[in-house]
């Protein structure tokens, strides 16, 4: 058990829908990072919040959009889904907002586009 | 632009023998390397890691080697065991991005009994 917790597990939704995907660091930790990993690829990086702020964006399309809350649980929403959205969303957290090295993933939310 | 490649989708090993996993990289600003392990139906867990300072690290069965010249580096697991069955990624990241993760596609490795 990493201590990230990541609800819900799995989503099946239709296109053109919205969702919302949570992610809970492990405890103490600031900073929260959002992946996706598509069929076969490898994991890519969305964005990173640290301590409620956005410090960084990967390959985020602009209808996703997350935050990170006062209690430093964060967010992730995915708006006007498509079928290509269909993938794995992990979240990961590191103590810090630097170079911290390890981060520790959650079990990653299933989202499926019908 | 693919910065971090792992050419081997796939790796079959007899159980007791050694695993070589490689990796290679594009970037040369990356300082830091780590790899992880993921099962089905779980995140990433890490495994080990080196600083670009180093040209290897070692953790019990697993040790990691840099070749910073070729931007190359593999993860060596010594003795394979099945439950080392399981996909292994690799990634990168650059001080001065914090602890963001350029990952590979990964190496799905199985050890047969």
Known sequence: DSGVTQTPKHLITATGQRVTLRCSPRSGDLSVYWYQQSLDQGLQFLIHYYNGEERAKGNILERFSAQQFPDLHSELNLSSLELGDSALYFCASTPQGGFSAEAFFGQGTRLTVV | ?113
């Not at chain 2, 392990?37 to 080990?48: D, M, N, Q, S, V």
């Not at chain 2, 993860?75 to 690799?90: R, T």
Request: proline share 5%; glycine share 6%; net charge negative.
């Open chain 2, 1 to 113: 632009d693919q910065q971090v490649k792992q050419n081997s989708p796939s790796l079959s090993v007899q159980e007791g023998r050694i695993s070589i996993l490689n990796c290679d990289y594009t970037n040369s600003m990356f300082d830091y390397f780590l790899w992880y392990k993921k099962y089905p139906a779980e995140g990433p867990t890490f495994l080990i890691s080196i600083s670009s300072i180093k040209d290897k690290n070692e953790d019990g069965r697993f040790t990691v080697f840099l070749n910073k010249s070729a931007k190359h580096l593999s993860l060596h697991i010594v003795p394979s065991q099945p439950g080392d069955s399981a996909v292994y990624f690799c990634a990168a990241s650059e001080e001065t991005s914090g602890s963001r993760l350029t990952f590979g596609e990964g190496t799905q490795l199985t050890v047969n009994p």
